[in-house]
């Protein structure tokens, strides 16, 4: 008989053997549980929202320059380029190699061979030069045609003089030459959603738009107006083993309220928040987890008419400078942007490769500022009239919040509430003294430049009527350089100039805000647009409750 | 009954051509076009030579009148033009948003009906009593109450904190994602019918002729199906045929919020982005219902009391 000692030390044996197993198979499980967590699940439904408007414009993505559009057409179509959000640069989309000549104006393509239509017919340099001379149509308004008039030939096009883009040329089935009119990077106009390439047999069908077929990574099932859009996977999609999940839905939502809701009750994957949700999910431990935040390319500003039918004291640099100096800007982002924005420092967004990294925002100094005034000749200050959306982050809340700083120094605003749909018209028009308002200001930092170039016109974006000698030297050197390193520099001086000019009020750079579920994988802060997504590169984990 | 229809219909067409007019009138002197509103918020930047050709394919740059000449030509025969937003038909942006807004009204009166009017007349046979007290509140509280947050509460309470129902979207059409927008939607004209079915029973509950049935020893519930419930039914059927011809001009908050896919977000999204065209379609659509439900009511009335005749 074994002694009770023996029988207690077997039991206590046996029950450490046990542990040591529980807890071996525990940790296994944690690693299986990490190692699933790593690796992209095949299968499952990722469930986007469209927040800008309460339907869909177009599903022909040609037709439409529209943020909302783009959140469906990135992942049914493609173009040449896309934007590389990892590595904030172009890539090729379409295309596997690019060689540029000497003059730095023709490139030649080497297209992929194994793109796919989902009609099931492989992309050729026919279907390029298709979709191009399409955007090109003089009788249509495609939004597209700013980025392909680039292109040596496609105002001949545009006008009707031509019926072909003289600058595309085919050496065959996958090799293509285009030739461009100004030594920039065609990239940065032919990865806009509104060049996607497109099969001529598909898009000549009278119900294109109802029934969108492109080369994108899911193919079109269902679109319900004003609700969703469903997609399915695309198994012939170029890119090996993507896309991971077997459904996407993009679904309407329109009112922040009801998608909150929706959030927390796990009927959508993302939602992209305002100022009042992104300060409730911060505080929430649950939600604070599941936030992507990026310093998207828009620079909020007021905008000075400097041209004649403006404020007569904004031509004076001196006025512009102390405007700047009169406002606490880091105040009203703290507590009315409720921290949903960073704080400008000049017209580029930190994300530009010409953002002077060294260079500080104007400081909040109101007895400056009133120096500056009393040297224009506005001791007293003056009046002007401000005209404004009812934007909460660039709209009348902060027109509300500067006045009492700007009164500070005797400048009195009278404000102007328009509607947004008016903003960009009385802009154009030059029917302001003074508007607020949000700007794109990227990736391509020429371009976004040019908005202060003297020979850009008011109606393209020279909305300030700014004209100065020195900022077009440096614009017009940079234009014409072929040294990327050197042009980076010269934009970048042309940026400060910006800056000491102060043709505008510099604000913020918007903070974009994805909330998403834990379930959902492989999002990207993208800063061209944050909803605009790689919706091959998602997928969504097990603990998904979408079926 | 032909001659009341006959007559009816001769009074829609001229407030249907005044409506077109109006309507066209309003946009053309609205500042902003849609192609200056495709800005979107500062988020896209418009060429101004797309712009011109833009204006010149929808023909905004047309003198006004011959606009409007081309409008209605068009209009009488049933073509709304294209909108400016998708460059498809009016007619087929329309007819994709008809059938969801058509079930969310119908969801909606059903709703109003069923509750409003049961509500009103058990208030009315026992006023003053804690069912008609409990009833009134209600009424009262439904007719005052925003859609928009009455819509949010119903989805925070059934969607997020019961989790009984979806809290948005259409799902497969079924009646589970109908369910919330339809009670934010009807519940004001549930309250107006609470307090409509009192008023009209309490009414008629004190005329002669219900003085006289009773006197007669009819048995109360006799007066009420035969004498009372009749005759109030006039009214009522008055405010569900008002009510319900303009409730898909009143869906529009509802839709938008529940993303519900039906004329009134149709109709807002045209709105903001100055798609005239499609603007011009859901307000010709929205009063074409009123008026055709309103000839209905008038031909109701007809059929529920005798007395009634148009002309004489």
Same mark, same amino acid.
């Given at each position: 008989?074994?002694?009770?000692r023996?029988?207690?030390?077997?039991? =206590?044996m046996?029950?450490?053997?046990w542990?040591?197993?529980?807890?071996?198979?525990?940790?296994?499980?944690?690693?299986?549980?990490?190692?699933?967590?790593?690796?992209p699940?095949?299968?499952?439904?990722?469930?986007?929202?469209?927040?800008?408007?309460?339907?869909?414009?177009?599903?022909?993505?040609?037709?439409t320059?529209r943020?909302?559009d783009d959140i469906?057409?990135?992942?049914?179509?493609?173009?040449?380029?896309?934007?590389?959000?990892?590595n904030?640069?172009?890539?090729? &989309? #379409?295309?596997?190699?690019?060689?540029?000549?000497?003059?730095?104006?023709?490139y030649?393509?080497k297209?992929r061979?194994?793109?796919?239509?989902?009609?099931?017919?492989?992309?050729?340099a026919?279907d390029?030069?298709?979709?191009?001379?399409? /955007?090109?149509?003089?009788k249509?308004g495609?939004?597209g045609?700013?980025?392909i008039r680039?292109?040596?030939?496609?105002?001949?096009v545009?006008?009707?003089?031509?019926?072909?883009?003289?600058?595309?040329?085919?050496?065959?089935?996958?090799?293509?030459?285009?030739?461009i009119t100004?030594?920039?990077?065609?990239?940065?106009y032919?990865?806009?959603g509104?060049t996607?390439i497109l099969?001529?047999e &598909?898009?000549?069908k009278p119900?294109?738009?109802?029934?969108?077929?492109?080369?994108?990574p899911?193919?079109?099932?269902?679109?319900?107006?004003?609700?969703?859009v469903?997609?399915?996977?695309?198994?012939?999609?170029?890119?090996?083993?993507?896309?991971?999940?077997?459904r996407?839905?993009?679904l309407?939502?329109?009112?922040?309220?009801?998608?909150?809701?929706?959030?927390?009750?796990?009927?959508?994957?993302?939602?992209?928040?305002?100022?009042?949700?992104?300060?409730?999910?911060r505080?929430?431990?649950?939600?604070?987890?599941?936030?992507?935040?990026?310093?998207?390319?828009?620079?909020?500003?007021?905008?000075?008419?400097?041209a004649?039918?403006?404020?007569?004291?904004?031509?004076?640099?001196?006025?512009?400078?102390?405007?700047?100096l009169? /406002?606490d800007?880091d105040?009203?982002?703290?507590?009315?942007?409720?921290?949903?924005?960073y704080?400008?420092?000049?017209w580029?967004?930190?994300?530009?490769?010409?953002?002077?990294?060294?260079?500080?925002p104007?400081?909040?100094?109101p007895?400056?500022?009133k120096?500056?005034?009393?040297?224009a000749?506005?001791?007293?200050?003056? &009046?002007?009239?401000?005209?404004?959306?009812?934007n909460?982050?660039?709209?009348m809340? /902060?027109?509300?919040? /500067?006045?009492?700083?700007?009164?500070?120094?005797?400048i009195?605003?009278?404000?102007k509430?328009?509607?947004?749909?008016v903003?960009?018209?009385?802009a154009m028009?030059?029917?302001?003294?003074?508007?607020i308002?949000?700007?794109?200001?990227g990736?391509?930092?020429?371009?976004?430049?040019?908005?202060?170039y003297s020979?850009?016109?008011?109606?393209?974006?020279?909305?300030?009527?700014?004209?100065?000698?020195?900022?077009?030297?440096?614009?017009?050197?940079a234009?014409?350089t072929?040294?990327?390193?050197?042009?980076?520099?010269?934009l970048?001086?042309?940026n400060?100039?910006?800056?000491?000019?102060?043709?505008v009020?510099?604000?913020?750079?918007?903070?974009?805000?994805l909330?998403?579920?834990?379930?959902?994988?492989?999002?990207?802060?993208?800063?061209?647009?944050?909803?605009?997504?790689?919706?091959?590169?998602?997928?969504?984990?097990?603990?998904?409750?979408?079926? | 009954?032909?001659?009341v229809?006959?007559?009816?219909?001769?009074?829609?067409?001229?407030?249907l051509?005044?409506?077109?007019a109006?309507?066209?009138?309003?946009f053309?002197v609205?500042?902003?076009s849609?192609i200056?509103?495709m800005?979107?918020?500062?988020?896209?930047?418009?060429?101004?030579?797309?712009? &011109?050709?833009?204006?010149?394919?929808?023909?905004?740059?047309?003198?006004?009148p011959?606009?409007?000449?081309k409008?209605?030509?068009?209009?009488?025969?049933?073509?709304?033009?294209?909108?400016f937003?998708?460059?498809?038909?009016v007619?087929?942006?329309?007819?994709?948003?008809?059938?969801p807004?058509?079930?969310?009204?119908?969801?909606a009166?059903?709703?109003?009906?069923?509750?409003?009017?049961?509500?009103?007349f058990?208030?009315?046979?026992?006023?003053?009593? =804690?069912?008609?007290t409990?009833?009134?509140v209600a009424?009262?509280?439904?007719?005052?109450?925003s859609?928009?947050?009455?819509?949010?509460?119903?989805?925070?309470?059934?969607?997020?904190?019961?989790?009984?129902?979806?809290?948005?979207?259409?799902g497969?059409?079924?009646?589970?994602?109908l369910i919330?927008p339809a009670?934010?939607?009807?519940?004001?004209?549930?309250?107006?019918?609470?307090?409509?079915?009192?008023?009209?029973? #309490?009414?008629?509950?004190?005329?002669?002729?219900?003085?006289?049935?009773?006197?007669?020893g009819m048995s109360?519930?006799?007066?009420?199906?035969?004498?009372v419930l009749?005759?109030?039914?006039?009214?009522?059927?008055?405010i569900i045929?008002?009510?319900?011809?303009?409730?898909?001009?009143?869906?529009?908050v509802?839709?938008?919020?529940?993303?519900?896919?039906?004329v009134?977000?149709l109709?807002?999204?045209?709105?903001f982005q100055?798609?005239?065209?499609?603007?011009?379609?859901?307000?010709?659509?929205?009063?074409?219902?009123?008026?055709?439900?309103?000839?209905?009511?008038?031909?109701?009335?007809v059929?529920?009391?005798?007395?009634?005749?148009?002309?004489?």
């Amino acid at each position: 008989m074994p002694s009770d000692r023996f029988v207690q030390g077997e039991m =206590l044996m046996r029950i450490l053997v046990w542990s040591a197993v529980a807890a071996f198979a525990l940790m296994g499980a944690g690693v299986a549980d990490a190692q699933q967590a790593q690796t992209p699940r095949k299968g499952g439904v990722i469930r986007m929202t469209a927040p800008y408007a309460a339907s869909f414009g177009s599903l022909d993505p040609q037709a439409t320059p529209r943020a909302q559009d783009d959140i469906v057409n990135k992942a049914i179509h493609r173009t040449l380029y896309n934007w590389d959000t990892a590595n904030s640069k172009l890539v090729l &989309e #379409l295309a596997k190699s690019v060689s540029v000549s000497d003059d730095g104006l023709v490139y030649t393509y080497k297209l992929r061979d194994d793109a796919y239509f989902h009609n099931g017919r492989k992309m050729t340099a026919d279907d390029i030069i298709y979709s191009y001379t399409r /955007i090109m149509d003089g009788k249509k308004g495609y939004p597209g045609a700013r980025y392909i008039r680039l292109i040596k030939g496609a105002t001949d096009v545009e006008k009707g003089t031509a019926k072909e883009i003289s600058g595309l040329r085919k050496i065959d089935d996958y090799t293509l030459e285009i030739t461009i009119t100004d030594r920039v990077d065609p990239g940065y106009y032919l990865f806009s959603g509104s060049t996607a390439i497109l099969p001529k047999e &598909e898009a000549e069908k009278p119900d294109f738009a109802s029934h969108p077929v492109g080369l994108g990574p899911f193919k079109f099932k269902e679109h319900i107006p004003g609700s969703r859009v469903v997609m399915e996977r695309f198994d012939k999609f170029y890119k090996p083993g993507k896309p991971y999940a077997d459904r996407l839905e993009v679904l309407i939502m329109a009112e922040a309220a009801a998608r909150d809701v929706a959030f927390r009750n796990k009927e959508i994957d993302t939602s992209i928040l305002g100022p009042a949700q992104y300060v409730a999910y911060r505080a929430d431990p649950q939600l604070a987890k599941g936030i992507l935040e990026v310093p998207e390319m828009f620079t909020r500003s007021i905008q000075f008419n400097l041209a004649d039918g403006g404020a007569k004291p904004f031509k004076d640099k001196r006025v512009r400078q102390a405007f700047n100096l009169a /406002i606490d800007s880091d105040l009203i982002i703290k507590r009315l942007v409720k921290d949903k924005a960073y704080r400008a420092v000049s017209w580029l967004p930190p994300s530009s490769a010409s953002f002077d990294k060294t260079m500080k925002p104007y400081a909040h100094d109101p007895e400056k500022a009133k120096k500056l005034l009393a040297e224009a000749g506005y001791p007293n200050g003056f &009046e002007f009239e401000l005209t404004t959306s009812q934007n909460e982050s660039w709209g009348m809340p /902060i027109v509300e919040a /500067i006045m009492p700083m700007l009164a500070k120094v005797g400048i009195k605003i009278k404000p102007k509430l328009v509607e947004v749909t008016v903003l960009t018209e009385i802009a154009m028009k030059g029917e302001h003294q003074a508007y607020i308002g949000s700007s794109l200001t990227g990736p391509d930092s020429l371009a976004t430049l040019r908005c202060y170039y003297s020979k850009t016109p008011r109606t393209a974006c020279n909305y300030t009527g700014f004209s100065s000698p020195a900022f077009d030297k440096l614009l017009d050197e940079a234009g014409q350089t072929g040294d990327m390193a050197k042009r980076t520099d010269l934009l970048k001086q042309a940026n400060n100039v910006l800056y000491d000019e102060a043709p505008v009020w510099f604000f913020n750079y918007n903070k974009a805000v994805l909330a998403h579920q834990p379930w959902i994988h492989g999002l990207q802060a993208n800063p061209t647009e944050i909803t605009h997504q790689y919706p091959e590169d998602i997928w969504v984990d097990a603990t998904s409750p979408a079926k | 009954m032909l001659l009341v229809l006959a007559r009816r219909l001769a009074n829609v067409v001229p407030t249907l051509v005044a409506v077109i007019a109006l309507v066209f009138l309003l946009f053309s002197v609205l500042p902003g076009s849609f192609i200056s509103g495709m800005g979107e918020d500062g988020r896209t930047t418009i060429d101004p030579a797309v712009m &011109e050709r833009m204006r010149k394919e929808m023909g905004l740059d047309d003198p006004l009148p011959e606009r409007f000449a081309k409008y209605i030509a068009h209009t009488a025969v049933g073509d709304l033009g294209k909108s400016f937003r998708t460059r498809e038909p009016v007619t087929y942006l329309i007819g994709q948003r008809i059938w969801p807004s058509l079930k969310l009204m119908f969801a909606a009166m059903a709703f109003a009906i069923v509750v409003g009017v049961t509500l009103g007349f058990l208030a009315a046979l026992r006023p003053g009593s =804690l069912v008609d007290t409990v009833s009134m509140v209600a009424a009262i509280s439904g007719l005052s109450l925003s859609q928009f947050w009455f819509g949010l509460m119903l989805m925070y309470l059934f969607a997020l904190t019961l989790q009984w129902l979806p809290s948005f979207g259409y799902g497969d059409g079924g009646i589970m994602h109908l369910i919330l927008p339809a009670i934010a939607l009807g519940v004001g004209p549930m309250a107006l019918l609470a307090r409509t079915t009192r008023a009209a029973v #309490l009414d008629v509950l004190n005329a002669d002729f219900v003085r006289t049935a009773r006197s007669k020893g009819m048995s109360e519930r006799r007066v009420v199906e035969w004498h009372v419930l009749r005759n109030a039914l006039v009214l009522v059927i008055t405010i569900i045929g008002l009510q319900f011809g303009s409730l898909m001009g009143q869906a529009v908050v509802v839709e938008k919020l529940f993303a519900w896919p039906g004329v009134g977000s149709l109709l807002i999204d045209s709105v903001f982005q100055r798609d005239m065209p499609a603007v011009q379609g859901c307000i010709l659509l929205i009063v074409l219902f009123f008026l055709a439900i309103n000839t209905l009511v008038d031909i109701a009335y007809v059929a529920i009391d005798p007395r009634i005749r148009y002309g004489r």
